[in-house]
């Protein structure tokens, strides 16, 4: 018997707790999901609309090899995979089935899940580090893109089916809560004071070349053991990956844009990691620079996670720069009472005593 809506959002919740590290998270996400699809291996991707899918924001793994992680972003930057998330993006139902004896169309879904069933570089990918098939869903609603869905049968194993799809679709408002929850859930300002901006260097091929002081203070910071129990790998992974989605942005400015946006509740506070060409077309160097996001860097991800409004945001923007509620109400055009209203329904998402710890976590 599949679980309840309320039964899921309730196991993810709790799978999603502040105390576990990352591969316990991934560990109990992956049995959550289990009882409505089947899998060997997940991998669960959040980000913001407003910083697009990429590499994502932060990200959640259980028995997905870093080598076939490595595998299929390199497919993805020669563009041997047809069933990338810009491309799930434009379906009606954002979901993809890929590999070895996967389901080629389902009709059910209008115009279909991704057909991968054709695509042989994807194929043999996925066989080379044991995976028969993969299941994609891109997590979305009326804002955007919250983050991708990716399970993992095993070769010899059944394959994804339409009605496997049918259930993966079904899990993602549960999965769009349990995202928002780990989030907002963390401290609200900074375990640890902004350092400068740091550069890292890499090469065309996707080795660093170089490591300022400044970026290797960040690094010894974010991946401090106790407080940042990510695996070792997925930072060299993230360079590289980073290092492709970069020069397939110089390529392709209508791809997403290579910028990581973490929250607090994986570094220990807000952090924009992004990458920039050092060459026009992209197929030079490439540096990779790493900050603080505070203000104007933040505004968009932070209002986006906590479901501040528009209005709000505004009032927000204004109260960042130093304006007072009088003069934030003279600009915005309302009235004092409504400027203290939209506050306060900022203070009460967010979980700010007041003015003073909402601008500590947006300063940094």
Not at 125 to 134: P, S
Not at 211 to 234: N, S
Request: one cysteine or more; proline letters at 8%.
């Amino acid at each position: 018997m599949i679980p309840s809506q309320d039964r899921l959002t309730r196991d993810l919740y709790a799978a999603m707790g502040q105390g576990a590290n990352p591969d316990e998270l991934g560990e109990a996400i992956s049995r959550a999901i289990a009882k409505w699809v089947s899998h060997d291996a997940l991998r669960l991707v959040g980000t913001s609309p407003s910083t697009g899918l990429g590499l994502g924001s932060f990200s959640f793994w259980h028995r997905y090899e870093p080598a076939l992680i490595r595998a299929l972003a390199m497919s993805r930057y020669l563009d041997g995979d047809p069933c990338r998330p810009a491309a799930l993006a434009r379906l009606p139902v954002p979901v993809g089935l890929v590999g070895t004896g996967s389901i080629a169309s389902c009709k059910q879904h209008g115009d279909g899940p991704c057909d991968l069933h054709g695509d042989r570089l994807t194929r043999e990918v996925l066989l080379a580090h044991g995976a028969g098939c993969e299941l994609r869903l891109l997590l979305r609603d009326s804002h955007g893109v919250w983050g991708l869905l990716g399970l993992i049968r095993s070769e010899g194993g059944r394959p994804f089916s339409p009605e496997d799809a049918d259930r993966a679709v079904r899990l993602a408002p549960a999965l769009l809560a349990a995202l928002r929850r780990y989030v907002t859930v963390a401290p609200l300002t900074p375990s640890f004071p902004a350092l400068p901006a740091g550069l890292i260097v890499i090469g065309p091929d996707h080795a660093i070349r170089a490591v300022t002081p400044q970026a290797r203070a960040w690094l010894a910071q974010m991946w401090t053991p106790g407080r940042c129990d990510l695996p070792g790998w997925l930072a060299d992974t993230s360079m590289e990956c980073l290092s492709l989605d970069t020069r397939t942005y110089a390529r392709d400015p209508d791809s997403w844009r290579p910028r990581i946006c973490a929250p607090a509740a994986i570094f220990g506070r807000w952090t924009m990691i992004e990458g920039q060409p050092l060459s026009p077309d992209g197929d030079g160097d490439v540096a990779i620079v790493i900050q603080a996001a505070t203000g104007p860097l933040l505004l968009p991800s932070f209002c986006e996670w906590y479901g501040i409004t528009p209005r709000e945001r505004c009032v927000v923007e204004c109260l960042y720069d130093g304006a007072a509620p009088k003069q934030i109400a003279r600009h915005l055009g309302l009235s004092v009472h409504t400027v203290n209203d939209h506050l306060k329904a900022v203070f009460r998402k967010t979980g700010a005593s007041g003015r003073d710890e909402l601008m500590a976590a947006l300063t940094g």
